[in-house]
């Protein structure tokens, strides 16, 4: 059996960098239909719930039906879902109708690329970094979606926090209890920030799937890295927001996410957790 962490760089490299492109292509898959998934899922609920009848839809899920240009509903073809090199190929257009494709497919692929990579190059080529480069995907599809539809679904935040916990019993077992006191703490915090800002203010300052990925990072990071996560997340957020309100006048008063920005905190901790914690205990 051959020994991926024994090849030559000029071999592996580009390996992993193709496995990220892959994955990230995939994720662009996961980004565009699971909210529509869920839509329809809660849909159903509620006519049931109704006692009306079920709708007739096509299947509809992660794999079926085939990639297809959303606007002439053509399927595309094999040689036309290469990551980065398809989009190119059509210069990000759909290749019967014309259509201008969204460039969050390319930059999608390049970002998990670019994670993989970031994974393997710290945390070098074994199983645990197989779990860490499923974390950073995994924070790279909820901040997507949380942009783009305000939502962070379950189907992600919950194996998110089962596997940090399991990362930690199978490789670092003396951080299992820090990991528990994270997910319930990241939760608890959250929560509680949730409920003073409504007491006080009588809006909605965040919603329940922020609680659950502040609980997920907790799982894969350890209590002691939660207020360091919330600086982060907070600082990014507040400036981010400001520059954007002040540029785009439109947005003013406009909700914004938090996942994206707690997704961004998650990946700085869990890619230079160590040396960052210990900048961060120096400046205390």
Same mark, same amino acid.
């Given at each position: 059996?051959?020994? !991926?962490?024994?090849? /030559?760089?000029?071999?592996?490299? =580009? ?9 990230? @292509?995939?994720?662009? !898959? ?11 899922? #809660? ?21 079926? =039906?085939?990639?297809?240009? /959303?606007?002439?509903?053509? %399927? ?29 497919? /390319? ?18 080529? @074994? ?6 480069? %499923? ?23 919950? /194996? ?22 994270? &997910? ?7 929560? @509680? ?6 007491? !006080? ?13 502040? &609980? ?32 785009? =006048?439109?947005?003013?008063? %406009? ?11 998650? #990946?700085? %901790? ?8 210990? #900048? ?5």
């Amino acid at each position: 059996m051959i020994n !991926v962490s024994e090849l /030559p760089p000029a071999l592996l490299w =580009p390996l992993v960098a193709l496995l990220g492109l892959c994955l990230g @292509s995939f994720l662009n !898959v996961v980004i565009t239909r699971l909210p529509v998934m869920l839509m329809q899922g #809660w849909r159903a609920e509620a006519r049931e719930a109704l006692e009306l009848e079920a709708e007739e839809r096509p299947r509809f899920n992660l794999l079926s =039906p085939r990639s297809q240009c /959303p606007r002439c509903q053509a %399927a595309i073809a094999w040689h036309d879902n290469i990551p980065l090199l398809s989009y190119a190929k059509r210069r990000g257009r759909c290749a019967h109708c014309g259509t201008r494709i969204s460039p969050q497919y /390319p930059l999608i692929e390049l970002a998990g690329g670019a994670l993989t990579l970031s994974v393997v190059a710290i945390h070098g080529v @074994s199983v645990a970094s197989l779990f860490l480069i %499923a974390a950073c995907l995994a924070l790279l599809a909820l901040a997507v979606i949380d942009f783009r539809t305000q939502l962070l679904p379950d189907a992600i935040t919950l /194996p998110l926090l089962w596997g940090g916990l399991l990362y930690q019993l199978l490789f670092q077992p003396l951080m299992l209890q820090s990991a528990v006191i994270g &997910a319930m703490a990241g939760y608890v915090v959250l929560w @509680s920030f949730y409920w003073l800002f409504k007491l !006080v203010t009588g809006k909605e300052g965040m919603g329940y799937g922020d609680f659950k990925l502040m &609980a997920a990072l907790g799982a894969w990071l350890g209590w002691q890295h939660l207020p360091l996560l919330l600086l982060l997340s907070a600082g990014v957020g507040a400036l981010v927001g400001i520059v954007a309100q002040l540029a785009i =006048p439109r947005l003013r008063g %406009a909700p914004m996410p938090f996942g994206p920005f707690l997704a961004l905190a998650g #990946w700085i %901790a869990l890619l230079a957790g160590t040396p960052l914690m210990a #900048w961060y205990q120096g400046m205390l």
